[in-house]
């Protein structure tokens, strides 16, 4: 990692993290997405967010032969022993529909307790960054944010479980933040703070 990065592929087919990771990279780093190649992902076999993020950014680096930053990250609730955590993204299904994974969340925390409703429900999202180039993982980082679960969704801007999610110290959920705000405050930015000082 001693020779600057000028070209650097970002490991995702979920436009909203793609948006997202964009952001955060410095402009002077010129960035493509698996989209640009056509490249479907990885078969995702391991058993937490790091190995996961490894297993992406390796075998798309391999694919396009660039260095890759992959994110891996999902929702734990503590409730729900840390589910969906890894799976969070298979919640939503084939067409990753997340009304059908927030449905699903509130289904199994009503089938949990009954009245969680008026109780709080703590959760965090965590996202693992990892940087490969072909089959050498360089970096690998975890980021999180700790909050609780909203009892319904609310807002239309972010994507996921943003519109149940509403970070500690705060009373609106991601999903009603500004992406600005968002950003500056989610696991991927703290993420992202340790991972910079590589790009």
């Known amino acids: 990692m001693k020779k600057k990065i000028k070209k650097l592929l970002i490991g995702t087919n979920n436009i909203g993290k793609l948006r997202e990771i964009r952001s955060l990279i410095p402009k002077k ?10 490249l ?16 992406k950014s390796k075998y798309f680096s391999k ?17 729900l022993n840390k589910k969906p955590g890894i799976y969070s993204a298979r919640w939503a299904g ?28 703590k959760a965090r999202f965590m996202c693992a960054l990892s940087i490969s180039y072909q089959n050498k993982n360089l970096v690998s980082v975890l980021g999180k944010v700790e909050g ?16 149940i999610f509403i970070p500690n110290n705060q009373k609106k959920t991601f999903g009603q933040m500004s992406s600005s705000k968002k950003y500056r405050m989610d ?3 703290k993420a992202f703070k340790k991972i910079k000082k590589f790009l």
Do not use: M
């Open 40 to 55: 479907k992902s990885p078969k995702e076999n391991g058993k937490t967010f790091k190995q996961n993020s490894i297993i």
């Open 29 to 38: 780093i010129q960035t493509f997405s698996t989209l640009d190649f056509n």
């Open 63 to 79: 694919k396009t032969n660039l260095i890759c930053l992959a994110d891996d990250s999902g929702l734990e609730i503590d409730i």
């Open 148 to 163: 609780k679960i909203s009892n319904k969704a609310k807002g239309k801007n972010g994507f996921g479980y943003d519109p």
């Open 94 to 121: 084939k067409n990753k529909d997340f009304k059908i994974a927030i449905k699903k969340v509130f289904r199994k925390l009503s089938d949990k307790d009954k009245n969680w409703k008026k109780k709080t429900i």
């Open 187 to 189: 696991h991927r930015f």
